[in-house]
Nanobody, 113 residues
Framework: QVQLVESGGGLVQAGGSLRLSCVAS????????LGWFRQAPGKEREFVAT????????YYADSVKGRFTISRDNAKNTVYLEMNSLKPEDTAVYYC??????WGQGTQVTVSS
C-alpha cells in the first residue's frame, strides 16, 4: 500500500521560511518523478514544482521561481520543498505527488502579512 506523509507546514510571517517534507512508502521511490502542488481556499489545485526521478531536472511555477527549491533524497524516500521569502499569497494546503497517481494528504501553510 502506497503512503505519502507530508509535514513541515505551519504559520509563518511574510518573508519567512518553511521546509516541507514528504515521506513515501510502499513503492520504489527512486523510479518516480515527484511534485508539489497547492490549493488555496476557493481555488483549484495548482502546480508548484517538480523534480525528475534522477534529480537532474526541476521545474517551477513562475509564482515561486527563485523562492522555492524542490529536492529529493532517494535513500530516505523523501521529497522536500524549501520555501523562502514567503508571501501571504503562498497560503494554501500543499500536497506532494509521486508519479501521476499518488498524492499525500496535504499540509497547511499559512503566511501572515
Amino acid at each position: 500500500q502506497v503512503q505519502l506523509v507530508e509535514s513541515g507546514g505551519g504559520l509563518v510571517q511574510a518573508g519567512g521560511s518553511l521546509r516541507l517534507s514528504c515521506v513515501a512508502s510502499g513503492l520504489t521511490f527512486s523510479l518516480y518523478d515527484l511534485g508539489w502542488f497547492r490549493q488555496a481556499p476557493g481555488k483549484e489545485r495548482e502546480f508548484v514544482a517538480t523534480i525528475s526521478w534522477s534529480g537532474d531536472t526541476t521545474y517551477y511555477a513562475d509564482s515561486v521561481k527563485g523562492r522555492f527549491t524542490i529536492s529529493r533524497d532517494n535513500a530516505k524516500n523523501t521529497v522536500y520543498l524549501e520555501m523562502n521569502s514567503l508571501k501571504p499569497e503562498d497560503t494554501a494546503v500543499y500536497y506532494c505527488r509521486v508519479g501521476s497517481v499518488y498524492w499525500g494528504q496535504g499540509t497547511q501553510v499559512t503566511v501572515s502579512s
